[in-house]
């Protein structure tokens, strides 16, 4: 108790100057150099052309993305690097939109039409990133088990040791109860998705290059993952599966003439990948959100004077430290909850004898 | 609002790059650790299978053993008690043995006794003849007229032959 007292000290103390300065250097500037706050942050949470690293007093230091794009009446294809569009400059006729902050072309009518996109944005490279690390990860504590292939071997330590903890747990806790007998042949293709969300919420609150990008916060990121677990159901499901959605087992007039179960049923194979999609993306993003609006306050009150600045800051500070923690929490618990619902819908579209136990 | 509007471009690169990834570890990577692991489960359970064997097999021994030391236990007991009964047996005999021999030889001796004294008062009895002869003789060499007077003679003839 009383050890935290001084630290809360030592912050005030540390921060109260830093804060008069920052007050002074805004006071000094003109007024329109506020703080957006709302642009700071959706600037992160969305996707963007070039990945900003840092910033010195007035120069940007970034990594300009390749952009390409498709429109048939540009010409076909084209791709260039971003750094030429910076600034709302045009190159071929292409010009980022102020209002979408997507890459545009001007038409003969002077609106702004999207071409087709597919340039390789920060969320692109930041994903290939994660990827690229967990087959790197993965691989080489396999490489230890293809080393160690007698079953009399030691049991690994160290990092393969702790990884292999981690598989395990999530093969038995999520994935073994929530499949069913059938678990192995899923097995590989769930912990994948589990280690590609842990390891991309985890990275995601790195805040430095080459993590730090908002990866499973991005509503494409989570739109195929579901869709991956939705092709796993309704593509592997069995005959029992479909039979319960068709033909499900309640009285004949809620199917019959009018198919109101059929249709409540069908919806039901659409929602559970949208709930799926919506939540990881939901909690991610409203995670980054956070500690973005938390960082934010301080230079918010920076003009507020030194008193507020200050004590703003350590509040702050406290907070940001505080979610952080949450966010690591969140992390694991969205990798875990999105694993464990695609198991059980899994598990779901392969019913063993369900429907003659009943009767 | 576009936040919640899914990109075409990111999507292809998703299903480029992760695609690509999940696909090397559903195949490979995945399998080859859960595989390791099902294997050293296996393993395991086969060790904790043969342990609770060797278990049962050594309980069986140990009950084997005890009863091997139990019937060794019994076997040694009447073997003692028989050695026993024999000492008893033996030393009975040699008692009874013992006893004869000694009365035997007490009997022998008590002949021996007996015949020696017969033999030396034989010898006596000849001894007292022949001094009787003597004192008579002397007795009769000298007068005899006195009977009282023979008589301490004789006595005083004894006491000198005998002394």
């Known amino acids: 108790m009383k050890k935290s007292g001084y ?90 939109s102020e209002t979408s902050g997507k890459v545009v072309y001007t038409n003969g009518e002077g609106t702004e039409v999207r071409p087709f996109d597919m340039s390789y944005t920060k969320v692109a490279m930041s994903l290939t990133i994660n990827a690229l690390l967990l087959l790197v990860i993965v691989l080489c504590c396999g490489r230890w088990y293809k080393r160690h292939n007698q079953p009399s071997d030691k049991v690994p ?16 806790d999520i994935i073994k109860p929530g499949v069913g007998p059938e678990y192995k042949r899923y097995e590989p293709y769930l912990l994948s998705v589990f280690f590609f969300i842990i390891m991309s919420n985890l990275l995601g609150l790195v805040p430095v290059f080459p993590a730090g990008a908002n990866v499973t916060g991005n509503i494409s990121i989570t739109m195929f993952l579901a869709l991956c677990t939705f092709i796993a ?87 940001m430290v505080f979610m952080n923690m949450m966010e690591l929490l969140v992390a694991y618990i969205q990798a875990y909850v999105f694993t464990m619902l695609s198991s059980v819908f899994i598990g779901m579209s392969r019913p063993h004898g369900h429907i003659d136990k009943k009767e | 609002m576009d936040l919640l509007l899914p990109e075409v471009g990111t999507l292809i690169w998703m299903l480029i790059a992760v695609g690509i990834v ?113 004192v008579a003789q002397k007795l009769v060499e000298k007068d005899l007229d006195d009977t009282s007077e023979q008589k301490d003679l004789t006595n005083k003839l004894i006491d000198q032959i005998v002394r």
């Open chain 1, 7 to 96: 630290i809360l000290l030592l912050l005030l103390v540390l921060l109260v100057p830093s804060g008069q300065v920052m007050a002074q250097a805004s006071s000094e500037s003109d007024e329109k150099e506020k703080v957006d706050v709302k642009d700071v942050i959706f600037s992160h949470i969305k996707d963007s052309y070039s990945w900003h690293l840092f910033s010195t007093n007035n120069r940007h230091f970034s990594i300009y993305l390749p952009v390409i794009v498709y429109s048939k009446e540009m010409g076909g294809w084209s791709a260039f690097s971003s750094r030429r569009l910076e600034h709302g400059a045009e190159y071929n006729g292409y010009h980022i």
């Open chain 1, 157 to 172: 330590g160290g990092f393969v040791g702790f990884f292999e903890y981690v598989v395990t747990m999530v093969s038995d």
């Open chain 1, 233 to 319: 159901v309704n593509v592997f499901g069995n005959k029992e599966y479909w039979k319960e959605i068709l033909w499900p087992d309640v009285p004949v007039f809620l199917k019959c003439p009018l198919p109101l179960m059929p249709l409540i049923e069908f919806f039901g194979i659409l929602t559970k990948p949208f709930a799926l999609m919506v939540r990881l993306f939901a909690n991610m993003m409203a995670g980054h959100v956070i500690i973005l609006s938390l960082t934010c306050v301080i230079f918010v009150t920076a003009p507020m004077g030194a008193a507020i600045n200050g004590s703003m800051t350590v509040v702050s500070i406290l907070f």
């Open chain 2, 22 to 134: 999940f696909f090397i570890l559903i195949k490979w990577g995945f399998p080859m650790i859960t595989k390791s692991v099902d294997q050293r489960k296996e393993y395991i359970d086969a060790s904790l299978e043969k342990a609770e064997q060797a278990n049962s097999r050594l309980e069986g021994i140990r009950q084997e053993c005890s009863e091997l030391l139990d019937q060794a236990r019994k076997e040694r007991a009447d073997i003692l008690q028989d050695a026993a009964k024999l000492r008893q047996e033996i030393l009975q005999n040699a008692q009874q043995e013992s006893k004869e021999q000694g009365e035997k030889i007490i009997a022998q001796a008590k002949a021996q006794i007996e015949q020696e004294r017969e033999e030396a008062i034989r010898s006596i009895r000849a001894e007292i003849a022949t001094l009787s002869v003597a």
